[in-house]
T-cell receptor, first 111, second 115 residues
Framework: DAKTTQPTSMDCAEGRAANLPCNHS???????VYWYRQIHSQGPQYIIH???NNETNEMASLIITEDRKSSTLILPHATLRDTAVYYC????????????FGKGTHLIIQP | NAGVTQTPKFQVLKTGQSMTLQCAQD?????MYWYRQDPGMGLRLIYY???????DKGEVPNGYNVSRLNKREFSLRLESAAPSQTSVYFC??????????????FGPGTRLTVL
């Protein structure tokens, strides 16, 4: 899996959009970008994934640059419950081996 | 539908003791995983089982053994616990095929302390 780089921590005001960046400059053509989050030492929770098109679901939006070397996870209206560590992971389609987690971004939503 | 369940939730061991962490999933997933997470770190893969009857080492397998008991259950055994194995252990599962983009589902974790 390609290496990903994320900022260590970020703050965001409650009700504002939280934009979490991720660099994956060595990503290969068959690797998807996945985002997970971990709230207060619970098990990680899947958020969203994409290959090259922008994706949106009920939790978030994922914007992937045209060259696929970076992406941004957007939480449109952050709440205090979105305070968590967010992990960006590059992973090939259909792989049965495990996920490679970095240290992620600790997102703190301020009231 | 309970998802991925793990037992026990907490455990304290003395150095040299043995124990088995249990994991079960009810989502008919074929692949299962064990990770550990040390303070301030991301998860690291210990072992995984791509399908019933197979197991493979991950990034940090030393000191552990696993058993894929059946399609639902995947256990992790510490034969002689060491303080370095103090960690939070997460089990995960996925329905994995050669072309799927399905995601891994994680259990709530087992917090293990080795004194």
């Amino acid at each position: 899996d390609a290496k990903t780089t994320q900022p260590t921590s970020m703050d965001c005001a409650e009700g504002r959009a939280a934009n979490l960046p991720c660099n994956h400059s060595t990503i290969s053509g068959n690797e998807y970008v996945y985002w997970y989050r971990q709230i207060h030492s619970q098990g990680p929770q899947y958020i969203i994934h994409g290959l090259k098109n922008n994706e949106t679901n009920e939790m978030a939006s994922l914007i992937i640059t045209e060259d696929r070397k970076s992406s941004t996870l957007i939480l449109p209206h952050a709440t205090l419950r979105d305070t968590a560590v967010y992990y960006c992971i590059a992973r090939r389609r259909g792989g049965a081996d495990g996920l490679t987690f970095g240290k992620g971004t600790h997102l703190i939503i301020q009231p | 539908n309970a998802g991925v369940t793990q037992t026990p939730k907490f455990q304290v061991l003395k150095t040299g003791q043995s124990m088995t962490l249990q994991c079960a999933q009810d989502m008919n997933h074929n692949s299962m995983y064990w990770y550990r997470q040390d303070p301030g770190m991301g998860l690291r893969l210990i072992y995984y089982s791509a399908s019933e009857g197979t197991t493979d080492k991950g990034e940090v397998p030393n000191g552990y053994n696993v058993s894929r008991l059946n399609k639902r259950e995947f256990s992790l055994r510490l034969e002689s616990a060491a303080p370095s194995q103090t960690s939070v252990y997460f089990c995960a599962s996925i329905f994995s095929t050669g072309t799927s983009t399905d995601t891994q589902y994680f259990g709530p974790g087992t917090r293990l302390t080795v004194l």
